[in-house]
Nanobody, 128 residues
Framework: QVQLVESGGGSVQAGGYLRLSCAAS????????MGWFRQAPGKEREGVAA????????NYADSVKGRFTISQDKAKNTVYLQMNSLKPEDTAMYYC?????????????????????WGQGTQVTVSS
């Protein structure tokens, strides 16, 4: 069964931090990559970070590089997104996704068309 459940969103002031979690079913976690995406109102969905689940290689969008960190706990089938130094422009709905395709965590961040499975999202709001 395909299942991705995000948690950890909330409201924070600029400069603050949040950690998002994505709990996946065992079937979903057997995917090649896990990724985080975000979508702000009126904007297209943007790939934020991704990780190859077997080797642990990660890649990020330039907009979050150095501030966000994606990690995984394979024993828990869980992927995390640690978000530090948050800015108002980070405000968005954040989605966890899984991909079975080979080139799912490229330099520059994930591309949504490479991802098969999606969670429902968790809202992050950063106030100035």
């Amino acid at each position: 069964q395909v299942q991705l459940v995000e948690s950890g969103g909330g409201s924070v002031q600029a400069g603050g931090y949040l950690r998002l979690s994505c709990a996946a079913s065992a079937y979903t976690y057997s995917s090649n990559c896990m990724g985080w995406f975000r979508q702000a109102p009126g904007k297209e969905r943007e790939g934020v970070a991704a990780i190859y689940t077997s080797g642990g290689v990660t890649n990020y969008a330039d907009s979050v590089k150095g501030r966000f960190t994606i990690s995984q706990d394979k024993a828990k089938n869980t992927v995390y997104l640690q978000m530090n130094s948050l800015k108002p422009e980070d405000t968005a709905m954040y989605y966890c996704a899984a991909s079975t395709r080979p080139f799912c965590a490229p330099v520059g961040g994930p591309r949504q068309y490479e991802y098969n499975y999606w969670g429902q999202g968790t809202q992050v709001t950063v106030s100035s």
